[in-house]
């Protein structure tokens, strides 16, 4: 999307957005002045160690935190009326699938709670399972199906409803790496069909620069954006562009950008240079 667009149709802004936790053995800020800007149609990721703040930006995206200072516009709305709106889907880390109801039933579900005909209902969750490739599959448990076909059918419940904007927390971050290749390549397909806006929490280097326009990169204590990396790969983006000089040149500016807030952390000087992050995961990038 180009810049332009972009700064005139933004789907999410965040302007000095803070939020500090009032936890018991004193205050934690678990974001300090980020301000971002997603165009309607951006595939963002967020990438950065654990603790920085991604999963709490992607709460308060969704309402489900209220920041403590700054501002922050979903659609141009308050995060409240974004939610009341239904802009967004949010798919959760683990699945969190009802096992007592079929996949089908747990696909309808939002659309239940929303007052959706059963005609409309069944016509939706035939269309979002087709969407994610699980036609067939509506009368399975959860218990039946693979990690990686739960994964997917939680992402067929946030389509459900339509919603222009998708909010996904390391939606594949259990899954191989076979799977986890082949849903990447799924999603950025489904993300081409539908032209939806994405806001994507992953811990995978290689993950964040085959699947996104712009790759944000965070670092901890307080956690705050250090990079924003615009990605100039083009698509279509065969899995194949993962061997190309030009994704190695992106991974190595993501790279560069976690360390570079992994030594501006260790320069605040609370207690000395933290570790490597064992959670970021570099494997396919360096050729380990
Ligand atoms: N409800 C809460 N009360 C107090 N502190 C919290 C709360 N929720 C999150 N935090 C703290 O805020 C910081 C950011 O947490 P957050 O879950 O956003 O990190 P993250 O980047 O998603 O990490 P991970 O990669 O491990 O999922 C952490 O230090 C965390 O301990
Ligand atoms: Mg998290």
């Known amino acids: 999307?180009?810049?332009?667009?972009?700064?005139?149709?933004?789907?999410?802004?965040?302007?000095?957005l803070r939020l500090t936790f009032a936890a018991a053995d004193g205050p934690v800020r678990a974001l300090d002045d980020v301000s971002l800007t997603v165009g309607k149609g951006d595939f963002v990721s967020f990438i950065g160690p654990s603790g920085c703040g991604?999963?709490?930006f992607l709460r308060c995206v969704a309402a489900l935190e209220r920041p403590t200072g700054g501002r922050?516009?979903?659609?141009?709305?308050?995060?409240?009326?974004?939610?009341?709106?239904?802009?967004?889907?949010?798919?959760?880390?683990?699945?969190?699938?009802?096992?007592?109801?079929?996949?089908?039933?747990?696909v309808s579900l939002p659309l239940e709670i929303m007052g959706f005909s059963k005609a409309e209902?069944?016509?939706?969750?035939?269309?979002?399972?087709?969407?994610?490739?699980?036609s067939g599959?509506?009368?399975?448990?959860?218990?039946?199906?693979?990690?990686?076909?739960?994964?997917?059918?939680?992402?067929?419940?946030a389509l459900a409803f339509d919603a222009d904007i998708l909010l996904m927390d390391e939606p594949f971050g259990a899954l191989d790496e076979i799977v986890r290749d082949h849903?990447?390549?799924?999603?950025?397909?489904?993300?081409?069909?539908?032209?939806?806006?994405?806001?994507?929490?992953?811990?995978?280097?290689?993950?964040?620069?085959?699947?996104?326009t712009r790759i944000v990169v965070m670092s901890p204590r307080p956690g705050r954006i250090t990079d924003v990396i615009?990605?100039?790969?083009?698509?279509?983006?065969?899995?194949?562009?993962?061997?190309?000089?030009?994704?190695?040149?992106?991974?190595?500016?993501?790279?560069?950008?976690?360390?570079a807030g992994r030594d501006s952390d260790s320069a605040d000087g609370d207690d000395g240079p933290p570790p490597a992050d064992p959670s970021i995961r570099d494997r396919g990038v360096d050729g380990e």
Not at 1 to 16: H, K, L, T, V
Not at 121 to 134: D, G, I, P, T
Not at 248 to 254: G, S, Y
């Open 121 to 134: 209902r069944s016509e939706r969750v035939a269309r979002v399972l087709e969407l994610v490739e699980l």
């Open 72 to 106: 922050l516009s979903v659609n141009g709305m308050t995060p409240d009326e974004a939610r009341r709106e239904r802009a967004y889907g949010y798919v959760f880390q683990s699945a969190a699938l009802y096992p007592w109801r079929t996949i089908g039933r747990n």
């Open 137 to 157: 599959f509506e009368g399975r448990y959860p218990w039946q199906l693979s990690g990686g076909m739960r994964q997917r059918a939680s992402i067929a419940r």
């Open 54 to 56: 991604k999963t709490t």
């Open 183 to 212: 849903l990447n390549d799924q999603l950025l397909e489904l993300w081409t069909r539908t032209g939806k806006t994405i806001c994507f929490v992953t811990h995978s280097i290689p993950e964040a620069v085959y699947l996104s």
């Open 230 to 259: 615009a990605n100039p790969l083009p698509h279509p983006r065969p899995l194949g562009v993962r061997d190309t000089p030009e994704f190695l040149e992106v991974a190595r500016r993501v790279r560069a950008g976690l360390r």
């Open 1 to 16: 999307m180009n810049a332009a667009a972009e700064n005139f149709n933004p789907a999410i802004e965040a302007e000095d």
